[in-house]
């Protein structure tokens, strides 16, 4: 009825539409197609949602939902002193009071202040609470029990809803995508982690042992733990790690409550005989240890639980352990009341079903990779276990603290509990704080320890940044040599980005998401398990345990549980989607039915990975023109066609449920759904690859790497920040050959790279291995052209005697200049912005009081304490410096400084110091391709090919490139940039789609070109023409931020290591480059054996020794101390290296002694 | 295998044959002439198609390759002009760095004859280092302020700021000494005052001042007088077999218009190859094979220059070719040269 409702509406708005001539500027001939047109849902789509809508959508769900669960699970502190006090939490907000907007927070520092300021962005945690003082009941409102880190761009952050305008007056970046949170002035992110999914039954089986298990892992707020239902030669049963033992089957069903053999046959295998056959051997097991009654397996099982009680609980029966065992540890996720374990007993049957099911069809195991078996836990999820941990340690503290003071007999004044709750406020603050900035997820609950879950916010590139904020970390160990949780899973499509994962060990561990994807959060359960008995699912407590499992049957699982049972499954599904569709139920909530184990599973729990796709019905798509006509005059959001049914989410088991059409002609009658736009299957960073439906699929996974390292626009707001070290290239150009996704991801707004004339051929020899040879007149006008900024930072102490850090000013010579090491000073000790800085030049010039260390009692000041003028005096003579200075082989200039207070009170000072680079020998560039050169040689232009129209190439690469690597959308790339520029239009090379290559030669020879892109050639250097013809066009290249000036090293003499008088190691430290192992065996088999001994002993670590040839150890000043004489004391050269294995052999008590003899 | 004695190089579907040069002396006994001078004048021809105040194209006829790319090289590189190469900047409180913008203003080409200029000597001390005759000085002065008779509603910021951009014009000449007699009547000015070098905002000023020297494109691109100074050779297309009818069209659309005619038999002809930018689109085609050949005339060089706009293209060349009769002039006098 309702939908035929919506579709006359749809109808007769359509219809409206027609009737119109002119409709909005668009008449009635101006085509939609919907086939072409549908891609248009996709910009709506991250119009609504945004880039990084799941970390937004989680933490707001954290902030907004979950906080007030966690508070409510645990609103009450009582005390053991006092029965009669009490306080209760009725509400906790973030951001705003009880009489504020949750829409409009309170007004916060600004996120680029806290940058800058080395802050946290963070916001007010209110709560309200009810507590007693004396025999009066009080409520207070809006105590703050500490800050909350604010998620950047979340419904509580100051940037959310802003527009471009008042973003600039905030010094953001409209572009930046937010969903990441700023501590003590760094950006760090909460990677997406994936784990294998909680409270659900995975069966798996070791085909060596012949074990079947099916095992589920408890997750609740309180605690967390696995279960296993296993299967040893034939016989059945259950193991927990609080039990010591595995319990047989039968015996546990028993202690559930299910005493009946009849019944546990019944709800374990139903009337299958084969079932049966395989289950019945487990009757015996218990019949022999002589277990019936209920009373007498809970009482079998608690003499095996494991028992950790607490110090003052009370000592429970064996019975009680039992119980409790049943009740609280087995299965943890489902709650038990009243003692009533029919719930229980029924998931513990089903479990064992499904490996009796497995022991027969040994087909029937899950796959830990299937997609729809992962959840995806994000920040939300992991600041909500966080803050519960700190929540309960804050009320523990508080509830000690009154028990303390509860207990002295007599108080003078009247007690009030909130003067001694605002104690440890600190804890949360901190604690949340030292996670997030740490990365170190430590919960006493769940004995987590989980290390390296926030990393620093990449701010290399504008993609990296995004593309950081959509990687998904897995919780598998890196060094494990498996590849089944690396390999590409079908179930993954359109999900996951299939190109952009890293290379090396954590290669297809780490992922990433693809364009359109959406994480669900939770969803309440009681309205759909009520929903479910409304469309005619029976109660499962009512079910009679026979006809559960009888053929035809159909088990509805909510979340994994058996909830009910269904006749006509097709049916229920059907109806359920039907109102999922007319927004009835939350369009996050996944239906599917898995026929194998005759069961209708929903779920509506977070963490699964959805994506929209549009409705097909009756082999017709349900988004007509109309409705993208109505997108397209900006009257329909996104949303608009998730509320008429046209379009909704699937999760990846729903997914499996339907048969969705790539494109319009592939609808068959079955179709149920069809793609909004095919190349949604990438992410944001492969996205940027052009024609990357051409490449061979590993060179689009190097670029994916490759363009987190491009040079480029990082921000709008990138000259007012003030990173550790930001690379920008001057001229950044948008591609010529672009995507779609480019400009959804906005990179033609902030690009990173160049539109270079490239020349494919080979030049000089100096472009072997993928090196570039690279126009010296284009370096000249800017091409590649980058800065690099780097911060330094310094604070002016404060010490405990009240002395502090101190700018002192610039000193001049006899002729009024400054000094050498002073001149990018200012008067003020700081260096002045725009002043050069050269090596060994000072930029603040700190001076540390001497006495810093002195304590403030004791010392000899105290007696000066009526002398301060004196005093005074004293203080100033007293500073020893300690000038930040500038060290590096090219000088700098000075882009910034600031100067500010931080969290502490202390002056922060920090000055930005820039380079400009221009491309030189050396540095690396690469294409959008996964094909990286470095710069082989810079030529000049006379001597560069040309062309009929005299162009020269910016750059030439070297045709070897090709064959192997088989990059063929580069070529594409190549064709359809060089007609783009000749037609003056910018082309697409969008994945599935993009340009046709067809008509992009038709342009070039339109245009008066070879079709194929190549060109005729001359040389530079002789003027005659190439006898080949040359492939010459516009490609797109990006500068990585790898460059020879960072890199440089060289040394001659320098510093040693301490302990072995041998050089140092590495450039940071000015090390000696290291003639390894292998180079030393070269030396050995060409004989040089003088070389050896320079290079090895003399340059290096060189000692002399005297040798005591009496008794073989070594002496000192030509004397023995073992011997006590100087009489057969020789002097030699020994590396100081051995010279220290000899005394440390000594140490041992070992004594290594010298033969000392002539070679020759 | 073409003829070795052929000036035309051919252009195949898949390469270009018979490249090389061969008129220079003893590279055969039959073939060129060379280097004697009579022969030479002979054949050589200079044709003048056009030229404008910044472009030029003319071909060179019967002249070998090597003196033909001397004379590109010379132009693109050797050829001196007048660039900004110091910027002393006492205040810039743009968006634009100090260095980028240096950069950007050494870019911007400068009206000045470059022979009214000497080499600065640069092993002379600071001091002496620029003079009055070597270095021209300009300046560039720009505060950015509100409009107050902004109209309102337009928000664009040319009309809601006074200098919101700023202008290659905006460079302010500022004769040093004798300068101001030299300059006097053609001031130093960008050629193009249009460039911009800037996007100010109000409150923010650029306060610069530019040294201008001389300087040769092999130093820096910035000093080069050419935008592209090139050449091609002159295509050539040989009809081997009549091309009538349908053929004939499809013929003619293979090139750019005008190169191919019809005539009123409805046969094509060649018509002015000179348009032809030789894109072997009519090799493609099967039904034109056997039936066409092209190739470009080896010694006739079709020249474009085009002038960033301080000298004219013409003198560009003539200057080239002076600065190559100086090298040979100092060859034939070096020592080595004079062994025998």
Same mark, same amino acid.
């Given at each position: 009825?309702?939908?035929? *409702?919506?579709?006359?509406?749809?109808?007769?708005?359509?219809?409206?539409?027609?009737?119109?001539?002119?409709?909005?500027?668009?008449?009635?001939? *101006?085509?939609?197609?919907?086939?072409? *047109?549908?891609?248009?849902?996709?910009?709506?789509?991250?119009?609504?949602? $945004?880039?990084?809508?799941?970390?937004?959508?989680?933490?707001?769900?954290? &902030?907004d939902v979950d906080l007030r669960k966690i508070v409510k699970a645990n609103q009450l502190v009582l005390s053991d002193v006092d029965p009669s006090f009490y306080l209760k939490y009725l509400d906790i907000r973030v951001g705003y009071k009880s009489n504020g907007d949750p829409k409009r927070p309170e007004v916060l520092l600004p996120p680029h202040e806290c940058r800058l300021r080395d802050l946290t962005y963070s916001a007010p945690i209110y709560v309200d609470v009810e507590y007693t003082r004396g025999k009066k009941i009080i409520i207070h409102r809006d105590l703050e029990i500490g800050r909350m880190p604010i998620m950047l761009r979340s419904n509580k952050c100051i940037l959310n809803g802003r527009t471009e305008k008042e973003m600039a007056y905030l010094n953001e970046c409209p572009l930046d995508p937010g969903g990441y949170f700023i501590v003590n002035g760094t950006e760090k992110v909460i990677l997406v982690q994936e784990q294998l999914s909680k409270n659900r039954i995975i069966v798996e089986s070791d085909g060596k042992k012949g074990i079947v298990q099916a095992s589920v892992t408890s997750s609740t707020h309180e605690r967390k733990s696995k279960t296993y239902v296993i299967s040893k030669n034939g016989k059945i049963f259950l193991k927990h790690n609080s039990i010591s033992e595995e319990v047989p089957i039968v015996i546990v069903l028993k202690a559930a409550g299910i005493v009946s053999d009849l019944e546990i046959l019944q709800l374990v295998c139903g009337d299958d005989s084969v079932y049966q056959d395989i289950f019945s051997v487990n009757f015996e097991e218990a019949s022999k240890l002589g277990i019936f009654t209920q009373?007498?397996?809970?009482?079998?099982?608690?003499?095996?639980?494991?028992?950790?009680?607490?110090?003052?609980?009370?000592?429970?029966?064996?019975?009680?352990?039992?119980?409790?065992?049943?009740?609280?540890?087995?299965?943890?996720?489902?709650?038990?009341?009243?003692?009533?374990?029919?719930?229980?007993?029924?998931?513990?049957?089903?479990?064992?079903?499904? &490996?009796?099911?497995?022991?027969?069809?040994?087909?029937?195991?899950?796959?830990?990779?299937?997609? $729809?078996?992962?959840?995806?836990?994000?920040? $939300?999820?992991?600041?909500?276990?966080?803050?519960?941990?700190?929540?309960k340690k804050f009320n523990n503290d508080f509830k000690a603290n009154l028990d303390k003071i509860l207990k002295k007999p007599s108080r003078a004044s009247e007690f009030d509990a909130l003067l001694h709750i605002n104690i440890h406020s600190n804890n949360v603050t901190a604690g949340l704080n030292r996670a997030i900035s740490t990365g170190n997820w430590s919960l006493k609950r769940f004995k987590m320890e989980r290390a390296g879950v926030t990393h620093v916010l990449s701010r290399l590139s504008y993609i990296a940044a995004l593309g950081m904020m959509t990687r998904i970390s897995s919780q598998f160990e890196k060094s494990r040599k498996v590849s089944g949780p690396r390999a590409l899973q079908p179930s993954q499509f359109g999900m996951l980005c299939p190109a952009d994962t890293p290379e090396g060990e954590a290669c297809g561990l780490v992922k990433n998401l693809a364009l359109m994807t959406h994480i669900t959060t939770d969803n309440e359960e009681a309205p759909i398990r009520k929903l479910c008995y409304l469309l005619g699912a029976e109660d499962i407590s009512l079910a009679d345990s026979a006809t559960i499992h009888t053929n035809g049957t159909f088990g509805v699982y909510l979340n994994g549980t058996m909830i009910g049972t269904t006749r006509y499954p097709i049916e229920f599904v059907r109806k359920f989607r039907h109102l999922r569709r007319r927004g009835k139920v939350s369009a996050f909530v996944s239906i599917h039915t898995n026929v194998h184990q005759s069961a209708v599973h929903i779920a509506a729990d977070g963490g699964r990975i959805c994506r929209p796709l549009i409705i097909v019905e009756n082999g017709k798509s349900r988004v007509k023109a109309g409705h993208l006509r109505k997108l397209k005059n900006d009257e329909w959001r996104f949303d608009d066609f998730l509320s008429h049914g046209l379009v909704e989410y699937l999760d990846v088991n729903e997914e499996n449920d339907s048969l969705i059409a790539l494109y319009e002609e592939d609808i068959v009658p079955a179709t149920t759904h069809i793609e909004i736009e095919p190349f949604t299957i990438l992410g944001a960073v492969a996205g940027l690859i052009p024609y990357p439906h051409h490449n061979q699929s590993p060179r689009n996974t190097y670029q994916c790497a490759m363009g987190k390292q491009a040079i480029g626009a990082i921000g709008y707001n990138q000259f007012r920040r003030i990173d550790t070290l930001l690379y920008l290239l001057c001229y950044p150009e948008q591609p010529m050959v672009k995507t779609k996704t480019i400009e959804l991801v906005k990179y033609d707004q902030l690009p990173a790279g160049h539109n270079a004339t490239v020349a494919v051929m080979s030049y000089s020899g100096y472009d072997i291995e993928d090196a570039l040879i690279l126009n010296k007149a284009s370096i000249d006008r800017g091409f590649g052209r980058c800065q690099v900024l780097r911060k330094n930072t310094s604070v002016l102490k404060r010490y405990p005697n009240h002395t502090k850090d101190i700018v002192s000013g610039m000193r001049v010579d006899k002729e009024g200049k400054p000094i050498f090491q002073h001149a990018a000073l200012g008067q003020d000790g700081l260096a002045e912005v725009g002043s050069p800085i050269q090596s060994g030049q000072m930029y603040i010039n700190k001076c540390v009081p001497s006495n810093a260390m002195e304590s403030v009692v004791g010392g000899p000041q105290q007696n000066n304490r009526n002398q301060p003028q004196e005093q005074q005096q004293d203080h100033e003579q007293q500073f020893r410096e300690a000038p930040m200075v500038y060290r590096g082989p090219e000088k700098s200039y000075?882009?910034?400084?600031?100067?500010?207070?931080?969290?502490?009170?202390?002056?922060?000072?920090?000055?930005?110091?820039?380079?400009?680079?221009?491309?030189?020998?050396?540095?690396?560039?690469?294409?959008?391709?996964g094909q990286k050169g470095v710069c082989g040689m810079i030529v000049k232009q006379e001597d560069m090919p040309f062309s009929d129209q005299g162009i020269s190439p910016d750059i030439i690469m070297n045709p070897h490139g090709f064959p192997s690597r088989m990059t063929v959308g580069k070529m594409m790339e190549l064709v359809s940039g060089k007609a783009g520029v000749l037609r003056g239009t910018l082309e697409y090379g969008t994945c599935f789609g993009g340009s046709d290559l067809d008509d992009m030669s038709k342009v070039l020879v339109e245009k008066g070109f070879n079709y194929g892109g190549k060109d005729m050639l001359y040389s530079g250097t002789t003027g005659e023409a190439l006898q080949a013809y040359i492939f010459f066009g516009p490609i797109y290249y990006q500068k990585l931020k790898h460059m020879v000036l960072d890199k440089m090293h060289a040394r001659a003499r320098g510093p040693r290591a301490v302990l072995t008088r041998q050089p140092t190691e590495g450039r940071s430290r000015d090390g000696g480059l290291r003639l390894g192992e292998m180079e030393r065996d070269c030396v050995i088999a060409y004989g040089a054996s003088q070389l050896l001994l320079e290079r090895l002993m003399l340059s290096s670590d060189a000692f002399d020794v005297d040798i005591c040839q009496g008794c073989g150890l070594m002496g000192y000043n030509g004397w023995c101390p073992m011997c006590k004489s100087s009489e057969n004391i020789v002097k030699m050269t020994i590396p100081y290296a051995a010279k220290l294995l000899f005394q440390e052999l000594i140490s041992m008590n070992i004594a290594p002694r010298l033969k000392l003899s002539d070679v020759f | 295998m073409t003829d070795l004695g052929s000036n035309i190089i051919g252009i195949e579907e898949d390469r270009v044959t018979n490249t090389h040069s061969n008129d220079f002396p003893a590279y055969s006994q039959s073939i060129g002439s060379g280097w004697d001078l009579e022969a030479f004048k002979k054949k050589f021809q200079l044709n003048v198609s056009f030229i404008t105040e910044r472009t030029a194209n003319f071909d060179l006829i019967g002249l070998d390759t090597s003196i033909a790319n001397a004379y590109r090289r010379i132009m693109i590189s050797e050829v001196p002009s007048v660039a900004i190469e110091y910027v002393y900047i006492f205040n810039n409180t743009s968006v634009i760095q100090d260095e980028v913008l240096s950069h950007r203003l050494g870019l911007v080409p400068l009206k000045v004859d470059p022979d009214l200029l000497t080499w600065v000597d640069q092993s002379a001390d600071e001091k002496d280092k620029f003079t009055d005759e070597n270095t021209i000085v300009l300046t560039l002065?720009?505060?950015?302020?509100?409009?107050?008779?902004?109209?309102?509603?337009?928000?664009?910021?040319?009309?809601?700021?006074?200098?919101?951009?700023?202008?290659?014009?905006?460079?302010?000449?500022?004769?040093?000494?004798?300068?101001? =007699?030299?300059?006097?009547?053609?001031?130093?000015?960008?050629?193009?005052?249009?460039?911009?070098?800037?996007?100010? +905002?109000?409150?923010?000023?650029?306060?610069?001042?530019?040294?201008?020297?001389?300087?040769?494109?092999?130093?820096?691109?910035?000093?080069?007088?050419?935008?592209?100074?090139?050449?091609?050779?002159?295509?050539?297309?040989?009809?081997?077999?009549?091309?009538?009818?349908?053929?004939?069209?499809?013929?003619?659309?293979?090139?750019?218009?005008?190169?191919?005619?019809?005539?009123?038999?409805? =046969?094509?002809?060649?018509?002015?190859?000179?348009?032809?930018?030789?894109?072997?689109?009519?090799? +493609?085609?099967?039904?034109?094979?056997?039936?066409?050949?092209?190739?470009?005339?080896?010694?006739?060089?079709?020249?474009?220059?085009?002038?960033?706009?301080?000298?004219?293209?013409?003198?560009?060349?003539?200057?080239?070719?002076?600065?190559?009769?100086?090298?040979?002039?100092?060859?034939?006098?070096?020592?080595?040269?004079?062994?025998?």
């Open positions: 009825m309702g939908r035929i *409702d919506v579709e006359m509406k749809d109808a007769d708005e359509a219809f409206d539409d027609l009737l119109e001539p002119v409709y909005k500027g668009k008449s009635l001939t *101006d085509p939609i197609d919907t086939a072409k *047109d549908k891609w248009n849902l996709l910009p709506a789509f991250l119009k609504v949602k $945004g880039l990084v809508k799941q970390h937004l959508d989680s933490y707001n769900f954290f &902030v009373r007498e397996a809970l009482e079998y099982i608690g003499r095996k639980v494991k028992t950790v009680r607490r110090m003052n609980s009370p000592k429970l029966t064996i019975l009680q352990e039992g119980t409790e065992a049943i009740a609280t540890t087995i299965v943890a996720h489902l709650t038990v009341e009243d003692l009533d374990f029919r719930e229980k007993a029924l998931y513990i049957a089903t479990m064992t079903r499904r &490996v009796v099911m497995t022991m027969h069809n040994p087909k029937l195991i899950d796959d830990r990779d299937y997609a $729809g078996n992962k959840r995806l836990e994000l920040a $939300g999820q992991l600041l909500s276990l966080l803050f519960e941990d700190l929540f000075v882009d910034q400084v600031m100067m500010t207070v931080g969290d502490n009170d202390q002056a922060l000072i920090k000055v930005l110091l820039r380079q400009t680079r221009r491309p030189e020998l050396g540095d690396k560039f690469s294409s959008r391709h | 002065n720009v505060t950015c302020t509100k409009n107050p008779n902004a109209t309102k509603g337009d928000n664009r910021p040319e009309n809601l700021y006074r200098n919101s951009n700023v202008y290659a014009r905006d460079l302010k000449f500022e004769p040093q000494g004798r300068q101001l =007699e030299t300059f006097k009547d053609h001031p130093v000015v960008p050629c193009d005052p249009d460039i911009l070098l800037a996007k100010l +905002r109000p409150g923010q000023e650029i306060s610069l001042r530019a040294h201008c020297i001389l300087g040769i494109g092999s130093d820096h691109a910035k000093f080069s007088p050419v935008a592209t100074a090139s050449y091609r050779l002159m295509p050539q297309i040989n009809i081997l077999q009549p091309i009538t009818g349908q053929d004939a069209l499809k013929f003619q659309e293979c090139f750019p218009s005008g190169v191919i005619g019809i005539n009123e038999k409805g =046969e094509a002809f060649v018509k002015d190859p000179r348009k032809d930018t030789v894109s072997r689109e009519v090799l +493609r085609h099967e039904r034109f094979k056997g039936k066409v050949t092209l190739g470009r005339v080896r010694d006739h060089f079709i020249y474009n220059v085009e002038s960033t706009g301080a000298m004219t293209p013409e003198e560009i060349f003539f200057k080239s070719v002076r600065i190559l009769r100086n090298k040979a002039e100092y060859i034939r006098n070096c020592p080595i040269g004079n062994v025998n």
